[in-house]
């Protein structure tokens, strides 16, 4: 399997601009997750999907924040209006439903920069 | 809420010079403690999941063990090769996981 996905691995904006990520996770894996993560916070939960279902949206900081998954096989991250404090390494990560080992696997990033 | 403490911050280390790090933490009924690796530019990967305290498991020069209240990753004889940061999560219920800030570690030749 080549894993989790992410698209695009860097991008850069301008405040104001519309930005989404994208990510594809390992077939068969039930939950999908995305991350945020900072020097200053870490790694954030910001949303996770059980079978396309949003399931926990606490972590997504503003309704400019939204994400869909219209498929098993693809989820989206959008931040619209994008601001500068919006920098930083999205994460998306799958899970299989293996009760007690839900282990994640994440994707390799998107490094966002909003200038 | 669930609180996970790592420490050191930063750990900077010679070939062969053996250590531990830390991870502190603080959840109502723990259903797994994670420990994750992660490299420069790259995604968090998966090294261990512990369950209960008393458990130990192993991966080459790394051994993460657990207690009620912290977890160890002891780091044995350690390479070049094992710089990177190193993060640790717990699942508590049927909750996500909360990570800690991690344990940026360098091995000098």
């Known amino acids: 399997d080549a894993g989790v996905i992410q698209s695009p691995r860097h991008e850069v904006t301008e405040m104001g601009q519309e930005v989404t990520l994208r990510c594809k996770p390992i077939?068969?894996?039930?939950?999908l997750f995305w991350y945020r993560q900072t020097m200053m916070r870490g790694l954030e939960l910001l949303i996770y999907f059980n079978n396309n279902v949003p399931i926990d949206d606490s972590g997504m900081p503003e309704d400019r924040f939204s994400a869909k998954m219209p498929n098993a096989s693809f989820s989206t991250l959008k931040i619209q209006p994008s601001e500068p404090r919006d920098s930083a390494v999205y994460f998306c990560a799958s899970s299989p439903l293996l009760l007690g080992q839900e282990t994640q696997y994440f994707g390799p990033g998107t490094r966002l920069l909003v200038l | 809420e669930d609180q996970v403490t790592q420490s050191p911050e930063a750990l900077r280390l010679q070939e062969g010079e053996s250590s531990s790090l830390n991870c502190s933490y603080t959840?109502?009924?723990?259903?797994?403690l994670f420990w994750y690796r992660q490299d420069p530019g790259k995604g968090p990967e998966f090294l261990f999941t512990?369950?209960?305290a008393g458990e130990e498991k192993e991966k080459e020069r790394l051994k993460a063990t657990l207690t009620k209240k912290e977890s160890f990753l002891h780091i044995t004889a350690p390479k070049p090769e094992d710089s990177a940061t190193y993060l640790c999560?717990?699942?508590?219920?049927?909750?996500?996981?909360?990570f800690g800030k991690g344990t940026m570690l360098l091995v000098s030749p």
């Open positions: 077939s068969g894996h039930d939950y």
């Open positions: 959840v109502s009924g723990l259903r797994g």
């Open positions: 512990l369950y209960s």
């Open positions: 999560a717990v699942r508590a219920g049927y909750s996500t996981l909360t």
